[in-house]
């Protein structure tokens, strides 16, 4: 006679399933996993609710609050749902069932450690990080929360990547578009990388804007200290840096990094407000064909490079247009999506080669 023994971990809540969850980035087959999961037992459902996502991310690093997790998780089983499957049980003799009991009674929690630990590493050498991606279409703002505690507000046409992997060893982001960001304070490292542009951060904040159609990626300081330099080595060189502070600005090409004058109006956005210095009209365009579902095309070449000072915050693209119109002094022909700007008293007069400010845009 014997009794059997099983391994601690719950089939029914697969490692790569806690690990979402942990991150706040779950599928809804996830959610749907762990609802089941925690049907009929409550302890689970408050367990995953204060060690996960955005709640969870409070109380520690993504990897602690999975050991701790699979720990006080094991303890919710019994002995009938605490089994994965039986396939080779070990028959243990009866004059050694004391022990086995006493092993197991206090052994649990450890032996359900031991086996995460043992799982995240074979599933970090085998599997490739998943990937999150936060945008935002035309006109919208959103604001993400990162594990680590950090804030990222994302401006209109903006993509953020965030691997599952964040905060292992550093705290790695994609940006594509503009975003603002207020970085937690952490050991590991934070890096935003934007096109040709790397940024790394030791608790700030700042905004960070690469377009697709920008020359250039521009950075903002608003608090702390940033070290601005590009995402790949140059050949035969070394790497370029260039330190900013609260109040200071860079901007990065392909091969080179420069300070900047800094312009508090850079990040006027956050609170949705448009302000432009001395901004040429395409310019102004351009970034208002993010902000409202509209397509520019101007009618005067001259037009284009004449400069604005001004802030828009209108809710309203008929709004946005009327003072537009008032502040160019120009006519308007509106199709329901392309505008078409022309210089006061010829604006039925066709254009050989109108200018067009955007690429078609949709909300």
Do not use: Q
């Not at 959103?142 to 550093?170: I, Q, Y």
């Amino acid at each position: 006679m014997g009794v059997m023994t099983h391994d601690p971990i719950s089939p029914d809540l697969p490692l790569d399933v806690l690990d979402r969850w942990i991150l706040d980035t779950p599928t809804p087959d996830d959610r749907a996993r762990i609802a089941a999961y925690c049907a009929g037992h409550p302890a689970r459902a408050a367990l995953l609710t204060a060690l996960g996502g955005d709640e969870g991310s409070r109380r520690g690093t993504a990897d602690a609050r999975k050991r701790l997790l699979l720990e006080r998780l094991a303890s919710t089983h019994d002995g009938a749902t605490a089994t994965r499957r039986p396939s080779r049980p070990r028959l243990v003799p009866a004059r050694d069932r004391r022990r086995v009991a006493a092993v197991w009674g206090v052994g649990a929690a450890a032996l359900a450690l031991l086996i995460g630990v043992i799982a995240i590493g074979t599933r970090d050498r085998t599997s490739a990080p998943v990937t999150t991606v936060y945008a935002t279409a035309t006109g919208e703002r959103k604001t993400v929360s990162l594990p680590d505690g950090s804030h990222v507000t994302l401006a209109p046409r903006t993509e953020l990547r965030v691997t599952s992997d964040f905060g292992r060893t550093e705290r790695r982001l994609t940006l594509r578009g503009e975003a603002y960001f207020d970085v937690a304070s952490a050991r590991a490292p934070f890096v935003v990388h934007a096109g040709a542009a790397r940024v790394d951060v030791l608790g700030t904040s700042f905004d960070v804007r690469r377009y697709d159609d920008d020359a250039v990626a521009r950075v903002a300081v608003t608090s702390g200290k940033v070290a601005l330099g590009l995402s790949a080595v140059r050949p035969g060189g070394g790497a370029i840096r260039l330190v900013l502070t609260r109040g200071t600005a860079g901007v990065v090409t392909d091969s080179a990094v420069a300070a900047v004058p800094a312009d508090s109006a850079s990040t006027t956005w956050v609170d949705g407000t448009l302000t432009f210095r001395g901004v040429p009209v395409h310019d102004v365009l351009r970034t208002l064909s993010r902000w409202y579902d509209v397509r520019f095309e101007l009618r005067d070449s001259a037009l284009a490079n004449r400069h604005i000072n001004g802030f828009f915050n209108y809710r309203s693209t008929a709004d946005m247009l009327s003072a537009l119109r008032a502040v160019l002094d120009v006519t308007m022909t509106n199709d329901g999506h392309t505008v078409v700007l022309h210089p006061r008293g010829v604006a039925t007069r066709p254009s050989r080669a109108p200018i067009p400010m955007s690429t078609e845009v949709g909300r």
